[in-house]
């Protein structure tokens, strides 16, 4: 897991790279992600039906979370079919004086 910290109030990309066999970067079969907020609120998404769950190019999906909360951020990808795969990370929110 890698971890970063940002201020609350700001958008924070994730992004996941998904590689073949081979180590080049593909599309798998389908892409799901899910982040927690630090209040243990979930939210899941799938590539293709929602829409903040976006690709930037072959094998490179993001998404843009609005960390309106102070504290621990958990996010995860994964794909099921061809290039089944999966990977999870964390970022955090710093307390605000204001």
């Given at each position: 897991m890698a971890t970063n910290s940002y201020y609350k109030g700001q958008k924070v990309t994730v992004t996941a790279?998904?590689?073949?066999?081979?180590?080049?970067l593909a599309d798998?079969?389908?892409v799901y992600a899910q982040y927690q907020n630090p209040s243990n609120e979930e939210t899941s998404l799938q590539?293709?039906?929602d829409d903040a769950l976006g690709k930037s190019a072959v094998g490179t999906y993001y998404i843009d979370i609005d960390a309106n909360e102070s504290g621990t951020w958990y996010y995860r990808f994964?794909?099921?079919?061809t290039g089944q795969a999966a990977s999870?990370?964390?970022f955090t929110i710093a307390?605000?004086?204001?």
């Open positions: 790279l998904f590689k073949n066999s081979a180590g080049t798998p079969s389908a590539y293709g039906v994964y794909s099921t079919g999870e990370g964390y307390e605000s004086e204001f």
